[in-house]
């Protein structure tokens, strides 16, 4: 009896120690090697919180659009999944930290075909029961805590690429709406350009037939015409094609006033920051944090590289019962238990766990430069990005200017055709000059709806899904 409680504390204490010791490094987040600031001029708002994006997509129809895609986008789904896959392998790896129990038992029963002959127990009625502990790893030196730490990490890395996707999702859906509306906006220019350039062919062909036009002014102005009725096809296929793009991506079939509801004023999206916003903002990105969650398991990892090079404790034991007489089970039996532990050690491996370790060291090294190059990247788009906004206003400006100086100089230009004081090549002159300007203000729009959505997917500030 006194041998069993021996045992017994024996174990208890192995019990307590197990995990006592961590061999992976003190982890410690790497310097960023970015300024403290991203510079940029007072515009709007202040970055204190993240940004939902139904704060930065001001449309109606656009934020339909989007919801839809959220809940029908395939990649999104296949992301999701990939979530509940790194979810599972994490409860698998949790499950090595305790001991997992097994129960067993078989019943045979037996008999002669007759009596002669030595006896023997092979062909008796024979049963078995027991409860059994397999291999149960006493983790002193947390190599399965790390192992587990590591799979826990990449878990997390795979939440934050679900985060990426969503923001992906969300400014892709936009993206293509912008370029929906802009392709509408270029039709419709090249349309109206169609209706001018008509009325002015048939103001040629009227002064070629009083004397006054020539047949070369008649040839330039249906040649614009031509010019302008090929661009409006242009502008119709691309509508098209957006559409088609705006359903893959949205993932089924869009809402019947979309095609119609797409327009770039007022502006559909809006994202205006303050000056001197801090770097530290950087930090909550999906890709940032999931760079840092990779390097978290190569740290793990290198703790559980270290601990291979000590020995393995494992225990094992069962408890069972058994009896050969099954017409008298409980009364001839034999019940008992088993328990013992085992050490696995290598001792010649011709340097293999050294180099496991060095290939995990190596591994945290790559996860340290992919964690600042993706802080360095997240810098220069969010500059960029900036760097758009505080000029985009005044290039705005200028092409307003523009446009309503060459609206008038065609008017000009026209008139003093039709009295005979230009010849219609200052008109066709105009009329290019009214066409590129007007061109030039809507894509300055596309623009600066585009370079806000750049903000918004820089910045990283799409909410989790519930806060949705």
Same mark, same amino acid.
């Given at each position: 009896?006194?041998?069993?409680?021996?045992?017994?504390?024996?174990?208890?204490?192995?019990?307590?120690?197990?995990?006592?010791? @961590?061999?992976?490094?003190?982890?410690?987040?790497?310097?960023?090697?970015?300024?403290?600031?991203?510079?940029?001029?007072?515009?709007?708002?202040?970055?204190?919180?993240?940004?939902?994006?139904?704060?930065?997509?001001?449309?109606?129809?656009?934020?339909?659009l989007?919801?839809?895609?959220? &809940?029908?986008?395939?990649?999104?789904?296949?992301?999701?999944?990939?979530?509940?896959?790194?979810?599972?392998?994490?409860?698998?790896?949790?499950?090595?930290?305790?001991?997992?129990?097994?129960?067993?038992?078989?019943?045979?029963?037996?008999?002669?075909?007759?009596?002669?002959?030595?006896?023997?127990?092979?062909?008796?009625?024979?049963?078995?029961?027991?409860?059994?502990?397999?291999?149960?790893?006493?983790?002193?030196?947390?190599?399965?805590?790390?192992?587990?730490?590591?799979?826990?990490?990449?878990?997390?890395?795979?939440?934050?690429?679900?985060?990426?996707?969503?923001?992906?999702?969300?400014a892709?859906?936009? &993206?293509?709406?912008?370029?929906?509306?802009?392709?509408?906006?270029?039709?419709?220019?090249? #349309?109206?350009?169609?209706?001018?350039?008509s009325?002015?062919?048939?103001?040629t062909? #009227?002064?070629?037939?009083?004397?006054?036009?020539?047949?070369?002014?008649?040839?330039?102005?249906?040649?614009?015409? &031509?010019?302008?009725?090929?661009q409006?096809?242009?502008? #119709?296929?691309?509508?098209?094609?957006?559409?088609n793009?705006?359903?893959?991506?949205?993932?089924?079939?869009?809402?019947?006033?979309?095609?119609?509801?797409?327009?770039?004023?007022?502006?559909?999206?809006?994202?205006?920051?303050?000056?001197?916003?801090?770097?530290?903002?950087l930090?909550?990105?999906?890709?940032?944090?999931?760079?840092?969650?990779?390097?978290?398991?190569?740290?793990?990892?290198?703790?559980?590289?270290?601990?291979?090079?000590?020995?393995?404790?494992?225990?094992?034991?069962?408890?069972?019962?058994?009896?050969?007489d099954? &017409?008298?089970?409980?009364? @001839?039996?034999?019940?008992g238990?088993?328990?013992?532990?085992?050490?696995?050690?290598?001792?010649?491996?011709?340097?293999?766990?050294?180099?496991?370790?060095?290939?995990?060291?190596?591994q945290?090294?790559?996860?340290?430069?992919?964690?600042?190059?993706?802080?360095?990247?997240?810098?220069?788009?969010?500059?960029?990005?900036?760097?758009?906004?505080?000029?985009?206003?005044?290039?705005? @400006?200028?092409?307003?200017?523009?446009?309503?100086?060459?609206?008038?100089?065609?008017?000009?230009?026209?008139?003093r055709?039709?009295v005979?004081?230009?010849?219609?090549?200052?008109?066709?002159?105009?009329?290019? #000059?009214?066409?590129?300007?007007?061109?030039?203000?809507?894509?300055?729009?596309?623009?600066?709806?585009?370079?806000a959505?750049?903000?918004?997917?820089?910045l990283?500030?799409?909410?989790?899904?519930?806060?949705?």
């Amino acid at each position: 009896m006194a041998s069993r409680h021996l045992k017994i504390a024996l174990l208890a204490g192995s019990l307590s120690v197990t995990g006592c010791a @961590n061999l992976a490094p003190l982890y410690q987040q790497p310097e960023t090697t970015i300024p403290a600031e991203i510079p940029s001029a007072p515009t709007g708002i202040a970055i204190d919180s993240p940004l939902a994006w139904d704060q930065v997509f001001l449309s109606e129809n656009l934020r339909d659009l989007i919801g839809i895609a959220l &809940e029908e986008n395939r990649d999104l789904r296949i992301t999701a999944a990939n979530i509940e896959i790194a979810r599972a392998q994490y409860n698998i790896a949790q499950s090595s930290l305790l001991p997992n129990a097994s129960i067993s038992g078989n019943l045979t029963e037996g008999g002669r075909f007759g009596h002669s002959g030595a006896n023997t127990s092979a062909f008796r009625d024979s049963a078995l029961f027991q409860l059994g502990v397999t291999g149960f790893e006493l983790d002193f030196f947390n190599r399965v805590r790390n192992q587990n730490e590591a799979t826990f990490q990449s878990y997390l890395a795979t939440v934050e690429g679900e985060r990426a996707a969503r923001i992906a999702l969300i400014a892709s859906v936009a &993206e293509l709406w912008v370029r929906l509306a802009t392709d509408r906006e270029l039709l419709a220019l090249a #349309e109206d350009t169609v209706d001018i350039q008509s009325d002015s062919l048939s103001l040629t062909q #009227e002064l070629l037939r009083a004397g006054v036009a020539t047949e070369l002014d008649t040839r330039r102005a249906s040649a614009s015409v &031509e010019n302008a009725r090929a661009q409006a096809a242009q502008f #119709e296929a691309q509508i098209r094609q957006d559409l088609n793009a705006l359903r893959l991506v949205v993932g089924t079939e869009l809402p019947s006033y979309i095609e119609g509801s797409a327009a770039l004023t007022p502006s559909p999206v809006e994202l205006l920051v303050p000056g001197n916003i801090s770097s530290e903002v950087l930090l909550n990105r999906p890709d940032v944090m999931a760079a840092e969650r990779n390097l978290a398991a190569a740290n793990a990892n290198i703790g559980a590289a270290r601990a291979a090079l000590f020995p393995t404790i494992s225990l094992s034991g069962r408890v069972g019962y058994s009896s050969s007489d099954l &017409e008298n089970f409980f009364s @001839n039996d034999i019940a008992g238990w088993t328990f013992g532990p085992s050490l696995d050690l290598p001792i010649f491996d011709y340097g293999a766990r050294q180099n496991r370790i060095a290939v995990t060291e190596a591994q945290k090294e790559q996860a340290i430069a992919r964690y600042q190059l993706a802080i360095q990247t997240a810098f220069r788009e969010t500059a960029d990005a900036l760097a758009i906004t505080e000029t985009i206003d005044t290039r705005l @400006n200028a092409l307003e200017r523009l446009s309503e100086d060459a609206d008038v100089t065609l008017n000009l230009s026209q008139e003093r055709f039709r009295v005979g004081v230009d010849d219609y090549l200052s008109v066709l002159d105009a009329q290019r #000059e009214d066409y590129s300007a007007r061109q030039q203000l809507i894509l300055a729009r596309r623009d600066r709806a585009l370079n806000a959505i750049a903000l918004y997917r820089a910045l990283g500030a799409a909410p989790s899904a519930e806060s949705e």
